[in-house]
């Protein structure tokens, strides 16, 4: 099973400042077969990314994706009041068929 | 719009059975592949079983696998789990998600979930 360590595990920034979100397989990561949800408290995930670089529909081009093999990253350009949430990274290209990483926290400093 | 609601959590006791339900609208069912996700209390997602459009292909989480079933009713446009055997790990909100692309189990449209709680 490919394991996905995601760091850091809580990011505290001020609305307009940017964040770096990082995701790190056990494994490389077929096809770069990989997605990035945003989770906010009592909702369910939304996506975000997936082909590690393609932003879902409806996405705002602040998200950005990228990465390959085993390393991947979420850019969050500036963000805004609305983006302080939990983000997971998701690997879909390995058996079986899909396994979650931890989750970042980005909190209002 | 595609609407996923799911249905049939509740409070039960370990070693005790449930069955949860997933209505689906808004997108040809039958041409999808489902799954469920669960998600405990202040942790993160976790995969728990996929299943294909037809219902021919089913996956299950090693965590899962021999207590859990995954099905599907086209005709009624629905996605199921059978939970059996039910343990205190198994509280969790669960969800259910619908590919985007075939054969590629990444989720592009979720439910609201529906929580069971496993209790003595």
């Known amino acids: 099973e490919t394991v996905l360590t995601q760091f850091p595990g809580t990011l505290s920034l001020s609305p307009g400042e940017g964040a770096t979100l990082s995701c790190r397989a056990s494994?490389?990561?077929?096809?770069?077969?990989l997605a990035w949800y945003q989770q906010k408290p009592g909702q369910a995930p939304r996506l975000l990314i997936y082909a590690a670089s393609s932003r879902a529909a409806g996405i705002p081009d602040r998200f950005s994706g990228s990465g390959s093999g085993t390393a991947f990253t979420l850019t969050i350009s500036k963000l805004e009041p609305e983006d302080f949430a939990v983000y997971y990274c998701?690997?879909?290209?390995?058996?079986?068929?899909?396994?979650f990483g931890g989750g970042t926290k980005v909190e209002i400093k | 719009e595609v609407q996923l609601l799911e249905s049939g959590g509740g409070l039960v006791q370990p070693g005790e059975s449930l069955r949860l339900s997933c209505e689906a609208s808004?997108?040809?069912?039958?041409?999808?592949?489902m799954s469920w996700v669960r998600q405990a209390p202040g942790k993160s997602l976790e995969w728990v079983s996929s299943?294909?459009?037809?219902?021919?292909?089913?996956f299950y989480a090693d965590s899962v696998k021999g207590r859990f079933t995954i099905s599907r009713d086209n005709s009624k446009n629905t996605l199921y789990l059978q939970l059996i055997n039910l343990r205190a790990e198994d509280t969790a909100m669960y969800y259910c998600?619908?590919?985007?692309?075939?054969?590629?189990?990444?989720?592009?449209?979720w439910g609201q979930g529906t929580l069971v709680s496993v209790s003595s």
């Open positions: 299943i294909s459009s037809s219902g021919d292909a089913t």
């Open positions: 998701q690997q879909y290209g390995n058996s079986p068929p899909t396994t």
């Open positions: 494994q490389s990561i077929s096809s770069n077969y």
């Open positions: 998600a619908k590919i985007a692309v075939i054969a590629l189990w990444y989720f592009h449209y």
């Open positions: 808004g997108f040809t069912f039958s041409n999808t592949g």
